[in-house]
Every structure is written in C-alpha cells, then in structure tokens.
C-alpha cells in the first residue's frame, strides 16, 4: 500500500524567507502527488498536482513542488513567504489507476511565519 | 455553484448517541469520501463512494455507516458514538480517475462527551 511521510510537523520561517516543505512517498510506480494546504477552521484547498510529465510544477499562491523519482520526493518550495501563509500543508498520494483511487495523506506540517 | 457542504458545523453527543452527518456536491462528482482529522495523524478515509449505490471501506470504517442513495448525497452515520469519535469530519468529491482534483467540504467538529 501506498504511504506518505512529511518528516517536520513544525516549521517557522520568517516573513520573506525561502520556503521547502518535505514529503517523500513510498508506491511501486509513480503515483498521482498532491500538495493541500489548510488554514485554521477551514477545509483543505488544492495547491498543486503532479501526473506526469515535467517535473517542476507550478501550484496557485506562488507554489511550487519538484516530483525527484530517484528519491521518492515531492518537496513543495516557495522563494519568499508571505505571513498568510501560515497554514498546515499535506501532502497526499494517489495511486494512478481505476476508478476508485484513493488518495492517502501525510500528517501534515504546520508553517508558523515570524513577521 | 455551492460545492462541497456539510452540516452540521459543529455538533456535541454524549457517549451512545446516535447521528447523520449531511454532505451534498452540485458538481455531478461520481466519487465521494469521508475523512476524519485527528491532531498528528493526517486525514484516514473511513468509507467511499464510486457512485449512486456503491459503496465501500476505507482505512477506519468501525463505528460508520454509509449510503449512496442519489450522486449528490452522501451521510455518514455514527450509530453508537464514543469518545473516540471524537474528530473533525471531511467529505470530499471528485471526478471518477486519479488524475481529478478532489474538492473538499468545511469540515464537521464533533465531540462525543
């Protein structure tokens, strides 16, 4: 089955500061990956998605996440964080077949932004 | 259009009770699934659904049930709840294939007592 790991549950960065948060996977083949970021009391929003092709992708908010197959990873970056950031941040799995794909979820990684 | 919903926001049982937590998507989404959020343990998907009629278990599925009896409705039940219930529930749709964006309700705070 598949699994995701986040390994920080806490960051704190300051305001302007670069931003990498970690999620390494573990599936047989490549899965479908995705970056979800929830603010305090609200749902899950949708940041960026992964299925193939160019590894680099561009999410909203300034976002982006590199999928490095060699090392089961899909570290989301951002070049300068704004306070509103400041948000918990999952990262999910999906596998890449049938129509009932699920998705699994990492444990999340709660960003703190110092102003 | 509305999107996900959810209702109750916020609701409180005590141990034993039972209730319907409500979940409607305007979106004609075949797939819907509900996940619970406990502190450090990411969302664990209890039950899911491919479409009207189709259920079935996900990671959690003990002390809830579900039906699918339109593609817009989904509830999940607490037949018996217990403090470990205790959780902030979210239902989720999607279009049927891996590569959809799975859309997301507010989310439902419940504490059983």
């Known amino acids: 089955a598949q699994s995701v790991t986040q390994p920080d549950i806490h960051i704190t960065v300051s305001e302007g500061a670069s931003l990498e948060l970690r999620c390494n996977y573990s599936?047989?083949?490549?899965?479908?990956l995705f970056w979800y970021v929830q603010s305090p009391g609200q749902g899950l929003q949708l940041l960026l998605k992964?299925?193939?092709?160019?590894?680099l992708v561009q999410g909203i908010k300034g976002f982006e996440a590199e999928f490095k197959r060699s090392q089961s990873s899909f570290n989301l970056r951002k070049p300068s964080v704004h306070w509103s950031d400041a948000a918990e941040y999952f990262c999910?799995?999906?596998?890449?077949?049938?129509?009932?794909?699920?998705?699994?979820f990492g444990t999340g990684t709660r960003l703190q932004v110092t102003l | 259009n509305a999107g996900v919903t959810q209702t109750p926001k916020f609701q409180v049982l005590k141990t034993g009770q039972s209730m319907t937590l409500q979940c409607a998507q305007d979106?004609?989404?075949?797939?819907m699934s509900w996940y619970r959020q406990d502190p450090g343990m990411g969302l664990r998907l209890i039950h899911y659904?491919?479409?009207?009629?189709?259920?079935d278990q996900g990671e959690v599925p003990n002390g809830y049930n579900v039906s699918r009896s339109t593609t817009e409705d989904f509830p999940l039940r607490l037949l018996s709840a217990a403090p470990s219930q205790t959780s902030v529930y979210f239902c989720?749709?999607?279009?049927?294939?891996?590569?959809?964006?799975?859309?997301f309700g507010p989310g439902t705070r419940l504490t059983v007592l």
């Open positions: 992964y299925f193939s092709g160019d590894t």
């Open positions: 999910a799995v999906g596998l890449n077949t049938g129509t009932a794909s699920k998705l699994t």
């Open positions: 989720a749709s999607r279009k049927i294939g891996g590569r959809s964006e799975q859309f």
């Open positions: 979106m004609n989404h075949e797939y």
């Open positions: 659904s491919v479409g009207a009629g189709i259920t």
């Open positions: 599936y047989g083949a490549t899965p479908y």
